[in-house]
């Protein structure tokens, strides 16, 4: 599947400097989005960043996105309005100078995350969408909703389940 926004720049044409980009989701773009996330809808979408050249034909994509979206509350259903606020920093190498497995490895969480170059393009549309992907709620909840709990214990009840059984074994014995 390819990522929603085809938000790509091609490195020939990155100034040397860099430069600092401002995108706005379209209403095209945004029920796209909606739908890859599954979520109700995505009324907003915007990202701001920077891409500029590191040397050895390397860029830097670095910025925030900022989303607001609709989804389903997990217990009710009712639309849950979210607002989502991330940073992305990301390094983009050509193909070759990619490291290999069994390299020396630098410490994960010291070091930028680190992705191809592929077809001369730097895809930020793609970086930017699985940002916001792993930024999303997973169990969205409306305010005041709970789950109702079947164990609820009523002690007029008559116990039932794989335990009643062994429960009046030991109350007997």
Do not use: N
């Not at 379209?26 to 009324?43: F, K, M, Q």
């Not at 969408?129 to 609820?152: C, H, M, N």
Request: negative net charge; aromatic residues 6%.
């Amino acid at each position: 599947m390819s990522a929603p926004l085809h938000w790509s720049y091609r490195t020939t044409e990155i100034p040397e400097p860099g430069f600092r980009e401002r995108r706005t989701a379209t209403s095209a773009e945004r029920a796209t989005v909606a739908a890859a996330l599954e979520v109700v809808s995505c009324e907003a979408l915007m990202a701001d960043f920077t891409i500029r050249a590191t040397g050895q034909g390397c860029y830097r994509l670095a910025g925030k996105l900022e989303a607001q979206l609709t989804q389903s509350c997990v217990v009710t259903l009712d639309p849950v309005a979210q607002h989502v606020e991330a940073t992305f920093d990301v390094e983009f190498w050509p193909p070759m100078s990619m490291p290999r497995p069994g390299e020396e490895e630098v410490e994960a969480l010291s070091a930028a995350e680190i992705e191809p170059i592929e077809h001369g393009m730097i895809d930020a549309g793609r970086i930017v969408f699985e940002t916001l992907s792993a930024s999303v709620d997973p169990y969205p909840r409306k305010p005041g909703a709970e789950f109702q709990s079947d164990a609820i214990e009523d002690s007029s009840a008559p116990a039932t389940g794989p335990f009643a059984a062994l429960k009046k074994l030991k109350d007997h014995g």
